[in-house]
């Protein structure tokens, strides 16, 4: 696998004290130290910075959690919950790591194998559509 210029440099920051209201679709590498309501899409990597909140889903290659999430997390490759982190919602990655201290609340499939993650996930995400048409 080549390694793209966005993999090691920041296209986007949202800075400490700044807030975004409304979903957010970037190119490339993404840090957040700052607030989010509103979805976030990249073909890229995201950190989130201990301090920021996101309420939201995230959709991205890989993504490092330091600060608080609430909403899903769907991930290409990986996904890094920091001792400082806090996710409330699912999260769909092929491979995830959490330190200590780390709230999660949620879902989570990590598979590896493409084929097989492709359709957990699939299904996952139908089931979980059914499941709130019929609640509310």
Known sequence: MALRLDDI????????????????????????DGDIDGNL?????VII????RIRGNI???????GGIVLGNLTVKDSVKLLTSS?????ILCR???LDDGV?????????????????????????????QKVTV
């Open 9 to 32: 440099s920041i296209n986007s920051i949202i800075g400490n004290g700044s807030s975004i209201k409304g979903d957010f679709t970037v190119n490339g590498f993404v840090r957040v």
């Open 41 to 45: 899409e990249t073909d890229g990597n």
């Open 49 to 52: 910075g201990e301090h920021a």
């Open 59 to 65: 959709n991205a290659k890989s993504i490092t959690v």
């Open 86 to 90: 806090a996710v409330i919602g699912d």
């Open 95 to 97: 491979k995830i790591q």
């Open 103 to 131: 709230i999660f609340h949620g879902h989570c499939i990590a598979i590896k194998d493409d084929a097989e993650y492709e359709a957990v996930t699939e299904k996952f995400l139908s089931e979980k559509a059914i499941k």
